[in-house]
């Protein structure tokens, strides 16, 4: 699941070795790298940020807001299943007209991100932050991608995995509140069947 792939455990030693090994290419090439550098390097090193890392985050944003938005159906069906009524003790504590996103997914590394993509790309992820209260200390994503950090790439990631925590936590909370009244049902039911 993508989720489980977010990387938000990057390092200062990380960028170091990004920064040693294309130090190494620029002055003496691609072929001065030994074979386990070269694979290192051109799998796609934590230090860096690039396309991969654009797309798994873009792809972590479909996932979870496409999650938020089926949320409702999957338990007005499971309500409806288990013969409980619509009640406003089933609202969820967001409504989905809230979320606005329109990842992109398809980054190439030859792909240089515009103005306009990169506020888009920042966007999608404080539109999901805003939509689930989450812990304090969770980060807020910056408004530019200028002067990135290590730090700032771990935050960006962070972000997405503590909204989609605290979507886990929103819906295993439904399915009980339910559950629970899938219960209460049964128990009625049972009560007034002895009675008779």
């Known amino acids: 699941m993508i989720i489980d792939e977010l990387i938000f455990d990057r390092t200062a030693d990380d960028v170091e070795r990004v920064k040693v090994l294309k130090d190494q290419i620029m002055s003496e090439g691609l072929d001065s790298l030994t074979p386990s550098e070269k694979a290192e390097y051109l799998a ?17 944003v479909q996932y979870i807001a496409q999650r938020m938005i089926q949320l409702p159906i999957d338990l007005q069906t499971y309500r409806e299943n288990n013969g409980v009524g619509e009640d406003h003790i089933f609202d969820l ?16 590394v ?7 993509q990169i506020k888009t790309y920042l966007g999608n992820i404080s539109n999901l ?11 807020s994503p910056p408004s530019t991608l200028n002067g990135m950090t290590y730090t700032t790439a771990n935050n960006l990631e962070r972000i997405l995995w503590v ?34």
Do not use: C
Not at 51 to 59: E, I
Not at 170 to 188: F, G, K, N, T
């Open 110 to 116: 030859s792909d240089i991100p515009t103005v306009t």
């Open 129 to 139: 932050r805003s939509i689930l209260t989450l812990p304090s200390g969770t980060p």
């Open 93 to 108: 504590p967001y409504d989905t007209a809230d979320i606005v996103v329109n990842p992109k997914t398809d980054w190439s």
């Open 163 to 196: 909204v989609y925590q605290a979507l886990l936590q929103v819906e295993s909370e439904a399915y009980d509140l339910i559950d629970r009244a899938i219960l209460d049902r049964w128990h009625s039911d049972e009560f007034y069947a002895n009675e008779i």
């Open 44 to 60: 796609g090193m934590k230090g860096a940020y690039n396309a991969t890392d654009m797309n798994r985050v873009g792809t972590a």
